[in-house]
């Protein structure tokens, strides 16, 4: 067996930005610093409050899992942050001798979500793209910034090597079924699941 020229999984990705409503989101891969923040987003609705813990052992479960994650090639946990340049009061010198103010960066988590490249050897042996715990949250809703992450979702799934998108969702989370349907994905099959716990 010969090892490919082409890295595995998403080892190549980087960082991107969306711009939207005068805007700017950065799309990046998560850190494990990231992670308190996105309990917070998978437990900001009626469902994640109930389902994400909040004690030291959930915590201490939640980087394990950040660990799995990040360490295998196929998975993509992804941090959008909103990035806000502001001027600072003080000036930098430009080529010509003028000034001008300075800008900073600074940046505010505002969602997430995973993705996993599903080699199969179904479908003439594609691979799937899986798309979970997505979450955008309060300070970014309304801009179509879930519509924009989906989108750029799907290509960074093809430039991946993806050649179907799939994702679940709670039978009780009617309004996400309508947004995923405009998005065109079908309820094609039955999603079925067995706690092992």
Request: glycine fraction near 10%; charged fraction near 25%; include cysteine.
């Amino acid at each position: 067996m010969t090892e490919s020229a082409t890295p595995a999984g998403f080892s190549a990705f980087v960082e991107e930005t969306i711009s939207l409503a005068d805007r700017k989101f950065l799309v990046r891969r998560a850190t494990e610093t990231d992670v308190p923040q996105l309990v917070s987003l998978l437990r900001d609705d009626a469902l994640g409050a109930g389902r994400e813990g909040s004690g030291s052992n959930e915590a201490a479960g939640y980087q394990h899992a950040f660990g799995l994650i990040d360490s295998d090639p196929n998975q993509l946990l992804v941090a959008v942050d909103e990035v806000t340049d502001s001027a600072d009061s003080a000036a930098e010198p430009r080529a010509d001798g003028q000034s001008q103010p300075s800008r900073t960066a600074s940046t505010a988590l505002v969602g997430t979500l995973q993705l996993t490249l599903i080699p199969s050897l179904s479908r003439r042996g594609s691979t799937r793209l899986q798309i979970e715990a997505v979450r955008i949250g309060p300070a970014a809703q309304g801009l179509g910034l879930g519509t924009a992450v989906f989108d750029w979702a799907h290509d960074c799934g093809r430039r991946f090597g993806a050649s179907l998108a799939q994702l679940t969702t709670d039978k009780s989370r009617a309004d996400a079924q309508r947004f995923y349907a405009r998005l065109g994905y079908e309820a094609s099959h039955e999603g079925l699941k067995l706690d092992l716990s």
